[in-house]
């Protein structure tokens, strides 16, 4: 790591970091927030910035007002800055943005005129959202992923070869929100544009933690479509994006029409206006864009290879003490983000995330994070008893993991903490479960806990 990053320092611009939040038992404690792969907290400077712009806000585009045509200014300065960001070559590609990566790959899905024939390679790694909107407009098929849930680059050449020449979009998620593993996109991108099909990155998770640089388009790396949410990269204001060749959302309709879109209207006439006001229909999200191009803007100074560095470290030293904890089932091997997905024996995950919620104020995910498929597979090789075939599961069953995900502001005492408690629960599993029953009213576990009348207001809303 070089010099110039400390977590610390990041730690103190990140809102809500130090957050008492109670437990059971009617004590308080810091707020852990390790659910940074589903969203990140906002950064104290850029709400600064955000506030002092805030004045200046106004509709962009077609005002004729001094404020307007600021905010119009600054809105297209950010298309730039975020494009930037990814090193997209903006004299070729366009950055459209959107509202996140969901809608983002349903747009592209959406624009890119798919014939019967053709082929949409995708993976079983794949979050649903990068996999649902490409069954609706053309064939769809699978990378495998192996035993240990890594993509295997084997049977995606296969697969290019047996579909060629149809395949006309390789789409793969740069880091699954499952298993944390990172995909070899320079490879992934040269075998795809040796069977002429186009390659597509989903961003959601690779974009807060790791550099990301979309090649030139002469280049064999060269990624031709990215996508990622800024509310996963510490900018949660509605803006996701979008970026790709200019000539692809030039051909055809946009998706989404009417106000912002056009140039010329007659009863019997469009003509649409330039990219990308054409794929941004209605009114856009100036304060969002505003937020994550100066979010991007900061992250690039503190350099986004001290913040892989950072948390590599960090990762690693969640793995390691995770390996201690008795009955302990971990996801997935290899080069990874902070995402870890794992299981404990004696306790089914979502009840296992509520009682770390409860008894300790560390938030997780559980379930299956909109990965299913990639969950089933990795369960199936791990814990063959915790699945069925049947279509619907009943809900204090379903079958899932528990994931951990950091950030460059989390610390190893945070580590430290999970750790504590998750020994406790393993050596004392009877206790817990009896502690935390199913409630079929509430649709979830909860704490049998006599305070509960006393704790705090704001907490009688979750409960
Ligand atoms: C890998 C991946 N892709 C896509 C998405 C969808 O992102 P969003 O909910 O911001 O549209 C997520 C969200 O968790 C994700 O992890």
């Excluded at 070729?92 to 890119?112: G, Y």
């Excluded at 998770?205 to 990301?212: G, N, S």
């Excluded at 379930?367 to 619907?392: I, M, W």
């Excluded at 951990?404 to 020994?423: C, F, G, M, Q, V």
């Amino acid at each position: 790591m070089s010099a110039g990053f400390s977590y610390k320092t990041f730690r103190r611009e990140v809102l809500g970091a130090d957050l008492l939040v109670p437990i059971t038992r009617g004590k308080q404690v810091p707020y852990i927030h390790f659910d940074n792969a589903a969203s990140t907290p906002a950064l104290k400077p850029i709400m600064e910035q955000m506030m002092e712009f805030l004045a200046w806000y106004s509709g962009v585009h077609r005002g004729t007002g001094h404020k307007s045509i600021l905010c119009s200014q600054v809105y297209e300065k950010c298309h730039t800055q975020i494009g930037q960001f990814v090193q997209a070559d903006l004299e070729h590609d366009t950055v459209i943005l959107v509202k996140n990566t969901t809608e983002a790959i349903n747009k592209l899905a959406c624009r890119l005129n798919f014939s019967a024939d053709d082929v949409v390679i995708t993976s079983e790694m794949e979050h649903h959202s990068n996999d649902l909107p490409w069954r609706r407009h053309a064939r769809v098929v699978y990378t495998r992923v192996d035993e240990k849930g890594l993509l295997d680059y084997k049977h995606l050449e296969k697969l290019l070869q047996q579909y060629y020449p149809h395949v006309k979009l390789v789409t793969i998620t740069g880091a699954s929100n499952v298993t944390g593993h990172l995909n070899d996109l320079d490879f992934i991108a040269r075998l795809a544009h040796e069977y002429n099909a186009e390659f597509m990155v989903d961003a959601a998770q690779l974009a807060p933690h790791h550099a990301i640089n979309m090649h030139p388009h002469y280049d064999s790396r060269h990624i031709d479509y990215l996508a990622f949410s800024g509310h996963k990269i510490y900018a949660p204001f509605g803006t996701g994006v979008l970026i790709g060749p200019k000539n692809t959302f030039l051909q055809g309709e946009p998706d989404i029409i009417g106000g912002g879109t056009v140039n010329l209207v007659t009863p019997n006439l469009i003509t649409w206006a330039e990219l990308p006001d054409r794929e941004e229909a209605g009114s856009p999200n100036v304060m969002g864009a505003f937020i994550l191009a100066k979010t991007l803007e900061y992250l690039q100074a503190l350099n986004l290879q001290n913040i892989t560095a950072y948390e590599k470290i960090l990762t690693d030293y969640a793995l390691q003490r995770l390996q201690t904890i008795p009955g302990i089932i971990i996801y997935g091997v290899g080069p990874r983000l902070g995402v870890i997905s794992f299981n404990l024996e004696s306790i089914i995950h979502n009840q296992l995330g509520t009682m770390l919620s409860f008894e300790a104020g560390i938030g997780v995910r559980t379930g299956c994070f909109c990965a299913q498929h990639y969950v089933r597979k990795l369960l199936d090789e791990k814990t063959p008893s915790s699945l069925s075939n049947n279509n619907t599961y009943p809900m204090e069953n379903l079958p899932g993991m528990v994931r951990i995900s950091l950030a460059a502001y989390n610390t190893h005492n945070e580590i430290d903490r999970l750790i504590d408690i998750l020994k406790q629960i393993a050596d004392h599993p009877h206790y817990y479960r009896r502690k935390y029953p199913y409630s079929h009213i509430r649709g979830t576990y909860y704490p049998r806990d006599d305070n509960l009348q006393n704790w705090p207001a704001h907490y009688n809303l979750i409960i």
